[in-house]
């Protein structure tokens, strides 16, 4: 009686209430249940399996298909083109080592998202992805940063501080924005890349420290070596492996998925698919310099002004508009949501945005604002 009972709950609930009914202190009893019907022992192996391999996932051991947080990392990176389809095959070949990755592509793409995405797919994802933009800072607080201080290493250095590698440590340390670096921290990055040690300001004993190593720039690397502005050794050191993201205009099919994508970010789930469809065809003719950064300004400045999506608003979403645009635009989109949401009726519209009905059939003929099958107002 008490088996079946117990069989019961083990098929009702999940496996984690069920494994906590087996840790409660009817255990004895439920165990001794079990083995009378042959139970016992398979649920006994199910739990101890379950549990190593909960302890070999947090200690990086285990497979990782999802980077540990049930999340796919690759579903991140919007789109369904052969380039992105290649990168993200690419990704996953990068997080099954630990080799040193230098990611180049211009600004816009996305450099960051495929760094995430490599330290969530390796043995480190439990660890910290610590992210250092190098270009944020000038070089006497990059170092500081980078490297650490002791106490009194400087004015101000009142106490001692653990810096961003030592931080990274058994994780992904990402340097964005490594040709900005300059020729002095480059020297000392080089020297953590090949001893695997640091010292902090004002120490004389090294810190060993173990970390993966992640670069990305928009720069021309090979360019600024023959410039004498970047490290030939550091350039071999920061790249054993190498990818490029795609540009926006190389991947064009890819706008209705970021777009869709970008929209259900701002809130927006349903939008109505002929103003879509007229949207990407506008959106296609575009060069995009600013990639995917540049594509979603733009959604953004339609999504504020246009929220309907209509044509008159494409081209003044390419731009910057200027006050009297922004003025227009907005009073425009107030008028037309309210007249939408009493179905046309000026009564109640007027009522609502608390205006007469006189100045509302003014504004409607200022915007050109009318039903379907109707007149434009006079």
Known sequence: MWARKTLAVSRKFPFPPFRALVE???????????RVFGFGMQIARLIVRGRMQNRLERAGCGP?????????????????????????????????????????????TGKELVARAVHELSRCASNLFVAVNCAALPETLMEAELFGHSRGAFTGAARERRGLIESARGGTLFLDEIGDLS???????LRVLQEGEIRRLGENEPRTVDVRLVSATHQDLPCMIRRGAFRKDLFYRIQDLQVRVPPLRERLEDIPLLTR????????????????????SHLYRQDWPGNVRQLEARIKRLVTFYPNFEEDGYKI???????????????RSIVL??????????????????????HLFNLMHKHGLMQENEAPPM
């Open 183 to 189: 020729i002095p921290l480059q020297a000392k990055l």
């Open 337 to 358: 949501r309210t007249l939408q949401q009493f179905r046309w009726s000026r009564g109640r519209a007027a009522a609502s945005l608390r205006i007469s009905r006189t």
């Open 261 to 280: 994508h970008l929209l259900k970010r701002l809130g927006l789930n349903h939008i109505d698919e002929q103003a879509f469809n007229s949207f990407m």
């Open 317 to 331: 979403s390419c731009s910057v508009p200027g006050l009297k645009e922004q003025r227009n635009a907005f009073e």
């Open 64 to 108: 990782r298909r999802d980077g540990g947080n049930g999340s796919d990392p690759l579903a991140r990176i919007v789109g369904c083109s052969p380039a992105i389809q290649q990168l993200k095959r690419r990704i996953q070949r990068f997080g099954r080592v630990d080799f040193s990755l230098l990611i180049v592509g211009e600004s816009g």
């Open 24 to 34: 409660s202190p009817f255990q004895t009893y439920c165990q001794a249940n079990f």
